[in-house]
């Protein structure tokens, strides 16, 4: 260590988590409270292994073993989720209004399909360049602050699109938007992890996450609804940043008297809780970093989640000029394509916390090969989709797609939290936003784009990503031989790293 060791007090977890499942770890990391590896989580609800393949498959989505949800936000509350979680809804709303008016401001500017993909590398690469010494600056300083600050940012710089008027001013505006999200992500889900205990460490992300859907639903309603105001004038995309910029800004206000937790959940998957008392230890980037680095799952997960990268950031601007180049579909059918679509996403978070949940009690292993084929099974499934002839096939096939990615995002989330020590969780979390946001939002945008351009056909470039979703599925499957051992490794660390 490079400095004092932290004083840490194993005590009962407060949140609910139960003696029993604390025990249960110390048996077997993938078996929970009295779910062994020989019983399915239904068994005990009289499902037997000759039921039909449909109840098999609903005894999947339900609620996990430990304490429901109702009882940890009972005993925490839950002022922490719906404070962050509306943070990231309005988060979400401001990119919605980027992919539904992406052809109107490419046509505003004379740019072509690769700059837009271009422009949209440009609004996360500063994401890119912030998140991770963000991340790490989060394991010094009150996170809850940190994160007011950054939301108080990107609102500002949003609000700033609407007054560019040459592309070098939006793209400044939009620098500085991805600025202020570098922390959203990484830190919110690093606090959640510390306030409820790991056994609902799927359904409260589910929660989180289903807010990109919820902003994504919401956000296209609200840009076609500016559009359709101003009597769908070109120009509509400068009067639609601004006026939903005040979402945020009602945000920021609740979310005033979020501050840090007392409990660190320290320990592995189910484990004890440990109080850390004491300011954080003079621990400088390389090392941390280094310790994370080290973890044998993170290393091999980084490709495939930045494949998830584009389905989560860069997908949605190429498919609205796909509508547009293709079908003909204007601004408010756009938005409303946009809604719809966001239902599979909205869907696919919360039934993936429930199964998520199911299959990490089970095995951890299983969880991570879930991610993996989730992970592929998008772009293929998007690949075979673009090229259907009808407008509505496409769409319900992007439905799919995007239900299959969402599906695996909180298993992801809760895999990620159980490999690394607690107060290094925001750096993490930080680094897998820099490997969604450099590979799916900068590579993957610009590759998408130039494909297109190249072919002269947005469908071409969308098809070109199968092949790296295939290749980042399975090198995020390989982390599945060493999920487990990384989950021990955690409890026999204090909660920066340092072995004890």
Known sequence: MDADPVAADETPNSAGAGGEARAGAEEGVGE???????????????????????????????????????????????????????????D???????????????????INDKMIGLIIGIQV?????????????????????????????????STMTAFALWLPMFMVARFGAGTGKAAVDPVGKSLLADYYPPTTWNRVFAIHNAANPTGNIIGPLLAGAVA????????????????LTIPTIFAIFMARKLDEPSMQMAKGYMAATMTVTGAPPELTFRVAAGRIMRIPTF?????????????????????????????????????????????ASLLGNLLGGTLGERVFQRSPKKAVYLVGTGIAANTVILAAGV???????????????????????APMNAVMSAICPSRLRSLMLSLVTLSIALFGGVFGGVFVGAISDATGDVRWGLASLAPFGVIGGLLMARGGKTVEADIENVGKCDPFGEPI
């Open 32 to 90: 929970a409270a009295g779910v062994g590896p020989g019983e399915g989580p239904g068994d005990a609800a009289g499902v037997g292994p000759g039921d039909g393949w449909v109840r098999r498959v609903l005894r999947l989505f339900a609620p996990g073993e430990g304490p429901s949800l109702r009882e940890v936000t009972r005993d925490v509350g839950i002022y922490p989720l719906a404070t962050l979680t509306i943070l990231n809804v309005v």
């Open 92 to 110: 979400e709303i401001d990119q919605a209004a980027l992919a539904v008016f992406a052809p109107n401001i490419r046509d505003y500017f004379g």
């Open 125 to 157: 690469s500063l994401l890119v360049i912030a998140a991770v010494p963000i991340g790490y600056l989060a394991t010094k300083v009150n996170r809850a602050r940190l994160l007011r600050w950054s939301a108080v940012v990107w609102s500002f710089f």
């Open 228 to 243: 359709w105001a101003t009597s769908f004038s070109p120009n509509a995309w400068r009067w639609a940043f601004p006026i």
């Open 299 to 343: 290393r091999r997960q980084l490709v495939g989640i930045g494949v998830l990268g584009f389905a989560l950031i860069g997908i949605a601007a190429f498919a609205s000029i796909l509508y547009r180049d293709i079908f003909g579909v204007g601004e408010g059918g756009r938005s409303l394509i946009f809604g719809f679509i966001a239902t």
């Open 387 to 409: 090229f259907l002839p009808k407008l509505f096939m496409v769409i319900g096939v992007q439905w799919l797609a995007i239900l299959a990615i969402t599906l695996v995002v």
